[in-house]
């Protein structure tokens, strides 16, 4: 188990890196006179600054560059989305941390933990922490995330209006469950729906107030849905669908008591959470003169538009596109480990390629899987075709949507093994024709004709891919990494 770390923590037309005609990091070490930093340790900037540092020790022809993480938080490189399990009581918060203490040390990062940066002078290169302190740098990262969109309702500060983002938000939230508190979660996406079921299921009485016509509307289609909303009736959570909030109600105290709906009813509540998305934090960027949008605009090897600062994560956009996955975001770290250790030249730098997402909801005992395009406008729906299992008497419902002989869309209620597989075959966009017939029943049905033909066609790595020995049920192999470390199919 990883220790954790504690302290006193678009392109548009053009790349932004074509601007500058700056040498890489990595096309000569002794090149680096000052150190990088990265401004954020949560998932991205802890995991960029493991990578370049261990790829930096094991080239021993030159000093390594110094590596400085600065995070805002006091706990440094944790799994943010291990936090619905730790709210649920089913794991500890020690048990989220991507790195141990000695990783950072073992690797010369210095972490400064606790304190914030309150401007960059990109002229100078140079940063100015809340404390005072000034860092120079040679390469500059901003890692800074996101933070849990509030919608500004009548009394929304008051007293018991929470978000779910963060360990303090755990710990407050906890408190009132474990007091039998009664609470709303104000929307039913993927982190309202697991902050509701984790409350719940430490004592307290939850009810998911959703806009839309279902639960999970923007990943699963109407028979998924429904199923899982029967699921969530089930361990006692309620659900109001298509419900429009208009205000908080509060006390004489400024202590929330109850949530009005647009059709004249209050629902009272002791606390609520809203789980209505995320905001990029751009605030530092756009202080400082780099330019943002609604993310800080980088181009696709993470150049931002002021030389020698990159940016990566979920404050990131590109070519208006915003992140908040962690595939996303692994993809942006690997792009500028890239960037900034190995290249003399740029044609070696690996692009960012935005993908089609998948998703898994992280509830104990709900199995949902969602990947690629599963919303058709009418005049797409003549060239899609959909292939569907469901077995009778049994929580399980397969759909996939094909177009030209190619997956697009994938939806897995109660099993959900084949995810990789399908989200595989719709990133690749793999011609499925010659086992379409078998390919609602999985990898392991369709696995000897797909080997011929990556053989032919050298399109699938042989890596990630299910073995025709292996087990219907066992999920496709991939990348080793720790328990602990964030799958890809999951939110950031």
Not at 143 to 150: E, I, K, N, P, Q
Not at 216 to 236: G, H, K, V
Not at 386 to 409: A, E, F, M, P, T
Not at 433 to 453: H, R
Request: a negative charge; aromatic letters at 6%; glycine letters at 6%.
């Amino acid at each position: 188990m990883p220790a954790p770390v504690n302290a006193s923590t678009i392109a548009q037309s053009q790349s932004l890196a074509d601007q500058f005609n700056a040498p890489s990091l990595g096309s000569s070490l002794s090149d680096l006179s000052n150190e990088v930093v990265i401004v954020g340790a949560g998932m991205a900037g802890s995991r960029l600054a493991i990578q370049l540092a261990t790829i930096w020790h094991q080239q021993t022809t030159a000093e390594s560059p110094k590596i400085t993480l600065i995070s805002k938080e006091s706990e440094v490189g944790y799994n943010r989305i291990m936090l619905s399990p730790v709210l649920a009581g089913e794991t500890s918060f020690e048990e989220t941390y991507l790195y141990d203490t000695s990783d950072y040390e073992r690797l010369g990062i210095t972490v400064l933990a606790g304190v914030e940066v309150d401007h960059i002078d990109t002229d100078n290169q140079t940063l100015t922490l809340d404390n005072g302190q000034m860092l120079d740098y040679g390469k500059l990262v901003i890692a800074t995330g996101s933070t849990a969109r509030v919608i500004p309702f009548t009394n929304h500060e008051a007293k018991g209006v929470h978000v779910f983002r963060d360990v303090a938000d755990v710990n407050t939230l906890t408190d009132y469950a474990k007091q039998g508190k009664t609470g709303l979660v104000i929307g039913g996406g993927v982190l309202g729906l697991e902050a509701a079921c984790a409350l719940s299921s430490q004592g307290a009485t939850m009810t998911v107030i959703h806009v839309d016509d279902f639960v999970l509307n923007r990943q699963l289609d109407l028979p998924a849905a429904l199923m899982l909303q029967q699921e969530l009736a089930r361990r006692e959570v309620g659900l109001e669908v298509s419900a429009m909030t208009t205000g908080i109600e509060i006390n004489a105290n400024n202590e929330v008591t109850g949530l009005s709906l647009k059709d004249g009813r209050t629902l009272p509540a002791d606390f609520i959470v809203m789980a209505v998305g995320i905001i990029p934090n751009t605030q530092l960027a756009a202080d400082s003169g780099i330019e943002v949008n609604r993310g800080i605009v980088v181009d696709e090897y993470m150049h931002s538009s002021c030389q020698n600062v990159y940016a990566i994560g979920e404050c990131i956009e590109i070519n208006e596109e915003l992140f908040g996955m962690v595939s996303s975001v692994n993809q942006h770290v690997d792009t500028l480990v890239a960037v900034l250790t190995q290249q003399e030249s740029k044609s070696k730098w690996p692009p960012f390629v935005s993908t089609p997402l998948s998703l898994k909801l992280k509830v104990s005992g709900i199995a949902v899987f969602s990947s690629g395009k599963i919303e058709f406008d009418e005049s797409e729906l003549a060239s899609i075709e959909q292939i569907v299992y469901r077995q009778l008497n049994s929580d399980q419902y397969h759909c996939l949507y094909l177009k030209d002989n190619r997956l697009i869309g994938a939806v897995l209620y109660g099993e959900t093994s084949d995810g990789n597989f399908y989200s595989q075959l719709i990133n690749e966009k793999i011609d499925v024709s010659e086992f379409k017939e078998a390919l609602i029943f999985g990898a392991a049905y369709c696995q000897s004709l797909l080997d011929q033909q990556a053989e032919d066609k050298e399109s699938i790595n042989a890596d990630s891919v299910i073995h025709p020995a292996t087990a219907p049920n066992e999920k496709p192999k991939s990348v080793i990494k720790a328990d602990n470390q964030p799958n890809d199919d999951e939110v950031a």
